[in-house]
């Protein structure tokens, strides 16, 4: 047992170190002390860098250069939608009084995605506080042929939340409100705008956890996970949102407010219309209000850092995390070793175990200390003994917890900070989940930076990330449609839990049939007849 190489649980760390040497038994390896307790500007960073940020925070300096426009770089044609006329302002101002914003120093960062990488050119911003106020401007929006794009956190990676043209943006930053929690079902009710840390402070207060849980957390709104049907790193112990959302009060493109924010577990009458919003990412409706169920807080977590020889022992470690651990399992993320050298050197956080080719994070989540310590220690016993791991370390405490988490969760910030980033989010059989990212450092040679691949194991969950020193559209071409086509060919999907938005609506094809894609398009024309609500995001252009 793992007790015998551990007498006792170190009050916040221990460091395991596995001997290189063929042979050497379990009962051998030897473990180094708590010693190594990290000190300001030790391996865990430098002084005042904060292992965990807003997303979006570090997206841009103050001399970075200005982003191209959507429409330029996409050649994108723009609908025949009115323009926002000073008519138009006087009546949104009468819907919204101090709620209309013109400013173009204040519209700047709204019509940015925090990656850079698309631009829209809108000239309106609404912060509407109600859902009848939500249902007044689309009903105004709708009478007038404006187009509307919905924006919660605008933390999204494929330009969902950011308008293409000159739509008038809809935040949801001032719809804030906590409606109710019930602290014996656990189900919170609240409107679309609550961002998700405040969300999961509130919750754990009161015993209870959010059932989802994101690197974007300080800056995204409920509202727009739910839209984008976001997974996130707690996906493997809760499941998605159209599982945990229990409710949702929508408000439609004409402005009809749909009140099914119900907080029933069970409720078999006719057709579950929520479904059709969750993962619609703003296209048939702008959520206003959601009813989630949240799970009851665990007592005892543990976090586990490991290096692994190769992605063959990542995969042999996750089925045997998943066959000794079972119920306690509650993430089991991997990073490659490119992943590791970019937190390293954009954001000055040190791999915490010696180098290794992957990583892999672990969490468990349970209600007795004793019994998940146990199950740990068995674990990490087995994968050590046979090899699987070759290094790892283990923060008993939550600020530990949280610095082994940051390595995991601010990939996507170092990515930004390395230049022009392609983003791929997929889903595929895992034992060829790493094989597209080992393609493509072959197929780019020289052409590309970094090509990295990190993600969610558990789920099945690739993030392919390929970073260029700027945008190049034969860069693109060299990408796309070859990464699009490769994954067809594994029945994988083209969006595991980003979602289409505009950057990836056009290669919904290569994984829904035609008749699918024929269904989508009947219900947008019937939810929304003008197409007025987040035009350009994903269905496919119409020729």
Known sequence: MMSRLAPRWPAWLFWWRVACAQGVSAQQRTWAGASRIPGPGGPWGATGTSPLVRRGSSSASSGAPEVTLTRERYSARRLPFSVVSEDDLAALERIVPGGVITDPEELEAPNVDWLRTVRGSSKVLLRPRTSQEVAHILRYCHERNLAVSPQGGNTGMVGGSTP??????VSTALMNQIVSFHNVSGVLVCQAGCVLEELSRYVEERGFVMPLDLGAKGSCHIGGNVATNAGGLRFLRYGSLRGTVLGLE????????????????KDNTGYDLKQLFIGSEGTLGVITAVSILCPPKPSAVNVAFLGCPGFAEVLQTFCTCRGMLGEILSAFEFMDAECMKLVGRHLRLACPVQESPFYVLIETSGSGAGHDAEKLSGFLEQVLGSGLVTDGT???DQRRAKMLWALRERITEALSRDGYVYKYDLSLPLDRL???????????????????GYGHLGDGNLHLNVTAEAFSPSLLGTLEPYVYEWVARQRGSVSAEHGLGFKKKDVLGYSKPPEALQLMQQLKAL?????????????????
């Open 527 to 543: 939810l929304d007849p003008k197409g007025i609500l987040n035009p350009y995001k994903t269905l496919p252009t119409r020729t």
């Open 250 to 265: 929508v408000v439609l493109a004409d402005g009809t407010i749909l009140n099914c924010l119900t907080s029933l577990r």
């Open 164 to 169: 293409v043209f000159d739509e008038i943006i």
């Open 394 to 396: 283990l923060a008993a």
């Open 434 to 452: 790493y094989d597209l990212v080992s393609d493509l450092r072959a197929r780019l040679g020289l052409h590309a930076k970094h090509v990295v």
